[in-house]
């Protein structure tokens, strides 16, 4: 049994004119890495609230371990759903612990487990708990704050993750070793990751598949290689051609 | 005016502490309504403007009427003036508290949606402290206007401040005047200053 399965999902928003997510199968295994790839506007934020109820569907249905989420108490199922939201909207008045903490907080965890796991998530992510539990969020890097986001995200240690661009705001270098860090987290802990980005390369290196969108519409879901194969249509085409045009670029600097 | 004190302190302590306490009870009963009306008014936006549009109307009824309007139902004295202030307060505590609870970040109340906090969770622990400024801004308004109307509870019996002026008038007692204006104003630009020296501190 699929762990996310879409089932001709649609969602519109009123003020516009056309669908945001169009009608969007997908079945999802556990354990799996899925990459969203496209374009600004094309509707990966929106895919992924509707994975976790931030946005009900207009029609379709949405399956989280084939249980129809529309029946599921949305809070119980966030708890369920690990979420990096992209604009990473740490809470400016908490501390990064407490920012990390807030949920286990309100489900009343002992203090001890928490500060503790608070510290196993800022080493994780590569923050130094002592420099930085005590910070708050505007005392912080963007990239920085990223990280925490996704600290905040993993608290409960969520068998499903959602990832909405975690590493926009990270320079190449920290990318790259959060990129393997990872890889390897994930590998380990078999969770299932939903990671959206714009960025290809970041798309075909961490995903065990690929879902490539555009307007609203999932054009292909199929694992990189196979992408690069048999692309399903010309704007895909085109943004694998763009990515080797990029890498000519580097071949010819060489 | 100082030796009037000497002479009667009674007649200027009396209606002080009167005074004081009538803007105590009004400021305690004003924020218990207030912060019930508040949780209403944030679960939807139809209470909301609905409420704000009752509260801000009872505002701009003058005082005078709103007391006179009161006295078939509630009599003379303090219960009718507590009540009036009560209700000119919820339009200054209603309006800031709903409009800096709505205004608060809207990406970190949507971070504390999406990581499964309950709306009440996110009103207590997201929106109230991001908040708190507007709330505490509400909170001195409502202070410094209640002191100051409280001066007109004097015409129906409530006691208070406005005794002074009131009878002051009636008899042209210059340093009887003389108090209860400085006191009230005194009070009431006091407490403003103070109260706005906490707020920007927040
Ligand atoms: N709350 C909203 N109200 C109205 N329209 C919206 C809303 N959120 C998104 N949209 C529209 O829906 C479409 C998809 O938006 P979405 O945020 O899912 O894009 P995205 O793929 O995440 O883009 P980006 O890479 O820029 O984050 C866009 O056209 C956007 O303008
Ligand atoms: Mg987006």
């Keep these: ?254 | 005016m100082i030796e009037y004190l000497k002479r009667h302190p009674e007649k200027v302590i009396g209606p002080l502490t009167e005074h004081i306490w009538l803007v105590l009870v009004t400021l305690v009963i004003s924020l218990a309504i207030a912060s019930f009306l508040t949780v209403l008014a944030m679960r939807s936006e139809k209470v909301s403007d609905l409420l704000n549009n009752i509260f801000s109307l009872v505002y701009s009824v003058p005082s005078l009427a709103l007391f006179a309007l009161l006295i078939p139902i509630t009599g003379l004295g303090r219960t009718s003036a507590v009540i009036v202030l009560t209700l000119y307060n919820q339009y200054l505590l209603l309006r800031n508290f709903t409009t800096g609870l709505r205004e608060a970040d809207p990406v970190a109340c949507e971070a504390a949606k999406g990581i499964g906090m309950t709306d009440m969770q996110i009103l207590t622990r997201i929106r109230i402290p991001l908040a708190r400024k507007a709330i505490f801004a509400g909170i001195r308004l409502a202070i410094v206007s209640t002191v100051g109307i409280a001066t007109i509870a004097a015409s129906i019996n409530a006691g208070g401040l406005g005794i002074l002026l009131f009878e002051g008038l009636r008899t042209m007692n210059i340093p009887k005047i003389l108090w209860g204006s400085v006191l009230s104003a005194g009070m009431a630009v006091l407490l403003n200053a103070v109260l706005k020296m906490v707020e920007e501190k927040m």
């Design chain 1, 1 to 254: 049994m699929p762990i996310i399965q879409y089932d001709n999902v649609c969602k519109k928003f009123d003020n516009s004119g056309r669908l945001a997510v169009d009608h969007v199968s997908a079945q999802i295994e556990k354990g799996e890495f899925i990459t969203i790839l496209g374009s600004s506007g094309c509707g990966k934020t929106t895919l992924l609230k509707l994975t976790n109820r931030l946005y009900d569907p207009d029609e379709g249905k949405v399956l989280v371990d084939g249980e129809n989420i529309a029946n599921v108490d949305p809070v119980a199922l966030r708890r369920r759903l690990g979420y990096v939201i992209q604009q990473v909207g740490l809470f400016p008045h908490m501390t990064i612990r407490d920012n990390i903490t807030v949920i286990p907080q309100l489900m009343k965890w002992d203090k001890k487990r928490m500060d503790e796991r608070a510290d196993e998530l800022l080493t994780l992510v590569g923050l130094a708990p002592s420099e930085y539990r005590d910070r708050y969020p505007h005392q912080l890097s963007g990239g920085q704050q990223q990280r925490v986001g996704l600290a905040r995200a993993l608290v409960l240690d969520p068998e499903i993750l959602l990832m909405d661009e975690p590493f926009g705001a990270i320079d190449a270098i920290t990318r790259l070793n959060l990129q393997n860090e990872f890889m390897k987290i994930q590998e380990g802990l078999g969770k299932t990751i939903l990671f959206v980005t714009h960025d290809i390369n970041e798309a075909f290196k961490l995903g065990s598949r690929v879902m490539v969108m555009n307007e609203g519409k999932l054009l292909q879901f199929d694992t990189p290689a196979e992408i690069v194969k048999n692309p399903a249509d010309s704007f895909v085409r085109s943004l694998i051609e763009a990515a080797r045009s990029q890498e000519e670029f580097w071949e010819n600097v060489r």
